[in-house]
Nanobody, 126 residues
Framework: QVQLVESGGGLVQAGGSLRLSCAASGRTFSNYAMGWFRQAPGKEREFVAAIRWSGSSTYYADSVKGRFTISRDNAKNTVYLQMDSLKTEDTAVYCC???????????????????WGQGTQVTVSS
């Protein structure tokens, strides 16, 4: 079993930055592909970013490309989401997710992930 705990959310003005962290339990974190998803009020959850187990490949939604950066520290069992140039439309609950196997997966769909965190609220004010 894997437990994921997000932190780092909060209230920020448009144009500002936040860094989200997702701490994972378990000794095999380095084998997992990791992703971030978000869900805004009244909307479906959507893909934000993903990273392969080695960190060598990363993927982003078009809406955040160039503004968000996903990274991981396998020694700390943690994945990060650096969010810069935040916009009001980035307001959402952000969840991290773990895929026990990234092989053959695009990592852009919810069903590809096996474990989910509870989420952290990000609010961007104008």
């Amino acid at each position: 079993q894997v437990q994921l705990v997000e932190s780092g959310g909060g209230l920020v003005q448009a144009g500002g930055s936040l860094r989200l962290s997702c701490a994972a339990s378990g000794r095999t974190f380095s084998n997992y592909a990791m992703g971030w998803f978000r869900q805004a009020p009244g909307k479906e959850r959507e893909f934000v970013a993903a990273i392969r187990w080695s960190g060598s490949s990363t993927y982003y939604a078009d809406s955040v490309k160039g503004r968000f950066t996903i990274s991981r520290d396998n020694a700390k069992n943690t994945v990060y989401l650096q969010m810069d140039s935040l916009k009001t439309e980035d307001t959402a609950v952000y969840c991290c997710a773990a895929a026990t196997s990234g092989y053959g997966r695009s990592l852009k769909w919810e069903y590809e992930y096996d474990y989910w965190g509870q989420g952290t609220q990000v609010t961007v004010s104008s």
